[in-house]
T-cell receptor, first 113, second 114 residues
Framework: KNQVEQSPQSLIILEGKNCTLQ??????????LRWYKQDTGRGPVSLTI?????NTKSNGRYTATLDADTKQSSLHITASQLSDSASYIC????????????FGGGTRLMVKP | GAGVSQSPSNKVTEKGKDVELRCDPI?????LYWYRQSLGQGLEFLIY????????KSGLPSDRFSAERTGGSVSTLTIQRTQQEDSAVYLC????????????FGNGTRLTVT
């Protein structure tokens, strides 16, 4: 069964600090891994998409890594800001008809001043 | 507008009533998805459209749920005889359909069944 597990479920950090969110998956056959940011009351917004051959991708202060051998990904946030407070969702796409997406449960990040 | 638009943004209905939720995808996007998100929970897949056809409707929770897409554009999700457990945020997303294309989400319709 395709699964995506994220940790931690929630995290509180102080403004300016760095943090790393984890994602483990068992989706097969693998097509790509995506990280989304979801602000409260809004739809998710894409941060990065990584294919099998990519092991790191950055989007501003967000850096995602992918280890396709161990089926793990991480999202590192540098110099956190209050606006980073949101849920971060890891999504893995399978290489099949319809490119089925499996969503993780998300990590809820709160950045405090 | 340039993004995915959903209407209404909020809907309160009485148990047993039917509701229709609307999604206007980004122009030219061939793929359209419906998801459901209960409070504090992850996204639950409902149905996927490629053009006007729905090759995957495996996530629809019961036969009270149906969806259609016309003209390869607007989609409506219909819930008949609503139940309290249907209360959730219903999110629509569209993409250009390529395997590595990002999904663009609307801000959802918050449905409350009283």
């Amino acid at each position: 069964k395709n699964q995506v597990e994220q940790s931690p479920q929630s995290l509180i950090i102080l403004e300016g600090k760095n943090c790393t969110l984890q994602c483990n998956y068992t989706v097969s056959p693998f097509s790509n891994l995506r990280w989304y940011k979801q602000d409260t009351g809004r739809g998710p917004v894409s941060l990065t998409i990584m294919t099998f051959s990519e092991n790191t991708k950055s989007n501003g202060r967000y850096t995602a890594t992918l280890d396709a051998d161990t089926k793990q990904s991480s999202l590192h946030i540098t110099a956190s800001q209050l606006s980073d407070s949101a849920s971060y969702i890891c999504v893995v796409s399978a290489r099949n008809a319809g490119n089925m997406l499996t969503f993780g449960g998300g990590t809820r990040l709160m950045v405090k001043p | 507008g340039a993004g995915v638009s959903q209407s209404p943004s909020n809907k309160v209905t009485e148990k047993g009533k039917d509701v229709e939720l609307r999604c206007d995808p980004i122009s030219g996007h061939t793929a359209l998805y419906w998801y459901r998100q209960s409070l504090g929970q992850g996204l639950e897949f409902l149905i996927y459209f490629q053009g006007n056809s729905a090759p995957d409707k495996s996530g629809l929770p019961s036969d009270r749920f149906s969806a259609e897409r016309t003209g390869g554009s607007v989609s409506t999700l219909t819930i008949q005889r609503t139940q309290q457990e249907d209360s959730a945020v219903y999110l629509c997303a569209s993409s250009s359909g390529g395997p590595h294309s990002p999904l663009h989400f609307g801000n959802g319709t918050r449905l409350t069944v009283t």
